[in-house]
């Protein structure tokens, strides 16, 4: 769950939410988790609006790791998510 945050957090830059473009970034930096592959797919501008709960437009920190944790745990179910 580390590096979901520290992604989130990069490409953020601090901010406490991204837009659609910095999501997409953030897709490609997942590698390990399976979501580079969303990143050049409509895919992955369907997961950014499933993921921005209260349609602001902006998917914060919350938003962000609740909707990759279901990702993650699949790829890492071994670690016990």
Known sequence: MY???HVFNEVSEGKGGIDN???QEAL?????????RFSSLPL???????FDKNNDGVVDLKEFMLGT??????????IGC
């Open 3 to 5: 590096k979901l945050y």
């Open 21 to 23: 473009r910095q999501f």
């Open 28 to 36: 490609k930096r997942l590698e390990e988790y399976g979501l580079q």
């Open 44 to 50: 992955g501008h369907r997961l950014f609006a499933l």
């Open 69 to 78: 944790r279901s990702f993650a745990c699949e790829r890492l179910d071994w």
